[in-house]
């Protein structure tokens, strides 16, 4: 009973009592934060999910339960993140005042070294000062037990869902909230959806691993051929990426997300290439296509540069245009690889905006990405043969690429029918300018239309012409001599924003706020639209648990940002005046200022004559007297039971091993957060939080039996 209700009643006892009793018993926390709009998608079509599973999943898949301990690290995990920490410091200390290498970059690829360990033959007293640090860190995190943020109901469901055989949890597409549904449904939806057509071929788990190790070759094979043209640091980061990679697990994960926004709902593919072969390559790929796709007259980032050009058209006359958008279907599937690969080469050879690229890397890393996607999904194993290879860092970039070079003949034939065109990877938006002739402008739509009907094997579907349409986040709606924007909202969306009781830092709850509240401001164009989405904003905010008095503070401090002159951040180069301390957050552990405080008093200016040994000296001195290297008042003449406080000379004034003067001035709290409930509920393998689940090849025996031709 208490398991599946969350407490125990007394049948000798009144019900009133008992509910009473209940309540008193409950921590204030459950008061304080209470959600009212706990939601989630159910799509079970074979077992019902179990009870109060709204209670739960209502949290959102961003939620973090809190450990059951404070100090969550154990004494060996503390020591290590202190050797890390450590290894950081003396890092800093060996290297300070070298010269920077002159081919990194502001964003450069990087993986460590851990075999690799600084030199600490330095200064006698830094040693000393980083053991103190260390102790007093030590002295700081103890390990005790805290209460939950979870309820007992939602901590037993959170237990059962973590090893259930019959039902999964995951995201929705397009971010709308949490769906659960049966494991097997789940399975057979992604083989029957997307791994059983042609555009996936089967292999078994030893051609599998045979392909793996070709592509590895085929990898150490391009470092060879195109090292020359990869600076040093790059061509680090990906000889470490590739041999940190093993051989046991060197594929990616396939994995769906429900479109419940669809009737009835359909799944989208989604590949996890973290850790595959390919990944480390992927990186540097779309680091390389990156500033390619920025130069495209189609191209925008972001809602935020859509605006910004839209109000850079502010006074033009759009009492003869219209707005439309279009949609390609499955845009990642249906691209041919072989056309898009040799329209790419030659876009690289012989357009002016590929100036200064190296053609022969990008294109060669392409083949290898686009051709060499091996996914694992649970116990099967399947090749990508046709599209664009899923999940992959460049995939976007190479979508937009490939698409962007169409579109250049595009607006070129119809510039006098489109004043905007842009596109965000499978989704356009633009302005057409109405022909004086109706039979005349409705056949220039549709041979625009079709012009991108034929391109290749993509599928579009446009919207009719009118003067408002949604795109992206936003609705856009031409008004006179301005196009007008508001925010878009999908009607299914639960709006599940990270609770107040959740066991993230306070800066992210403050963040939620100024970052929605800017979102608002800055895509809204009329007053009264702006208070409108505030006043919504405002109200979900309370709904999930939030205080009027913390929503009202952060909306002022969010209106009093947004009111000043935005101003480009001079981002630093160079970090030699920073350490970094990474730590999982608790909301029990030591605050940060506590860990500041410990820095400065132990690393960056330590007492020579301690402070504690001060108050020692004076523990016996009566009160009326006891004012340290003050004015006593019934003498009438100064104290001196103890010397002044000394103090070692600043940290930033000691040398290095090389007679360098050292330049670390500061230590940055660096938190994670703890696993929140996606990390919990849905794994990146299908079978790895439930060992009893049915594998996967034998559900799909009972789709298709398995035969040597599907499994080339």
Known sequence: MISQFGFYSDPSVHHRITLRNHILALPISTFESRISNASCHDLCDTKSPPRLIKSLLGLGMKFCPRPTHSATT?????????????????????????????????????????????????????????????????????????PSNLNRIQANLLTKLRNHPDFIVLNSDKNLGPVIMNRETYVRRCLTDHLLNPTYVQLTPDQA???????????????????????????????????????????????????VHKHPWKTRPIVSVSGSLTYGIGKWLDQQLQPIIKKLPTYIPSSFDLKDKLDAM??????????????VVAMYPSIDVPDALNRIRVFLHTSPLCEGIAAAPIMEAL??????????????????VN???????????FATLYYGIFELDLLENYKDCLLFLCRYIDDQFGIWIHHPDPVVDRQRWEAFKHKQQNYCSLTWEFSNLSQSTNFLDLTLRIDDHRIVTSLYEKPLNLHLYIPP?????????????????????????????????????????????????????????????????????????????????????????PHRKQLQRAFS????????????????????????????????????????????????????????????????????????????????????????????????????????????????
């Open 367 to 384: 083949r290898i990405v686009m051709t060499r996607n091996c996914i694992r999904f649970g116990d099967t194993y399947f090749h990508q």
């Open 314 to 327: 502010a006074g033009t006359d759009f009492q003869k245009m219209s707005l439309f958008t279009g949609d």
């Open 501 to 589: 009781n959740s066991s993230h830092t306070p800066s992210v709850r403050t963040g939620l706020v100024t970052g929605n509240v800017y979102r608002i401001l800055r895509l809204t164009t009329e007053r009264s639209a702006q208070l409108a989405s505030l006043s919504k904003f405002y109200l979900h905010l309370l709904a999930r648990g939030y205080k009027a008095k913390f929503i009202n503070f952060a909306f002022q401090q969010a209106f009093v940002r947004f009111a000043r002159p935005r101003k480009k951040q001079k981002i630093s180069t160079s970090s030699d005046d920073v350490v970094f301390l990474h730590l999982q957050y608790h909301p029990r552990d």
């Open 601 to 712: 008093d132990h690393l960056i200016r330590p007492q020579t004559f301690h402070r504690s040994f001060a108050r020692a000296c004076n523990h016996k001195r009566p009160t009326s007297l006891s004012v340290w290297n003050g004015w006593d008042g019934f003498m009438r003449r100064p104290v001196h039971l103890v010397p002044p406080l000394q103090f070692e000379p600043y940290l930033w004034q000691l040398r290095n091993e090389n007679h360098r003067q050292l330049r670390i001035d500061r230590m940055v709290v660096a938190y994670s957060r703890p696993p929140n409930l996606k990390n919990l509920l849905f794994p990146r393998h299908v079978e790895a939080k439930c060992i009893s689940a049915r594998p996967v090849s034998e559900i799909q025996a009972e789709l298709t039996p398995l035969t040597p031709a599907n499994l080339s």
């Open 74 to 146: 154990s004494k060996q995990q503390l020591s290590s993140i202190l050797d890390c920490s450590e290894k950081d410091f003396y890092t800093k200390v060996q290297f300070t005042g070298e010269p920077n290498d002159p081919d990194w970059k502001e964003n450069q690829l990087f993986l460590r070294d851990d075999g690799w360990q600084p030199t600490i033959a330095c200064d006698p007293e830094i040693l000393v000062r980083t053991q103190a640090f260390r102790k007093q860190l030590n002295l700081h995190f103890r390990r005790r037990k805290v």
């Open 209 to 259: 691993h045979q392909f793996a190790v070709e592509t590895r070759t085929m990898l150490q094979q391009f470092f060879r051929d195109h090292g020359f043209f990869l600076t040093k640091p790059d061509a680090k980061y990906l000889d470490r990426y590739l041999e940190s990679v093993p051989m046991s697990d060197p594929f990616a994960y396939f994995y769906i997300l429900a479109k």
């Open 387 to 397: 599209g664009t290879a899923m999940g992959t860092p460049p995939a976007p970039s």
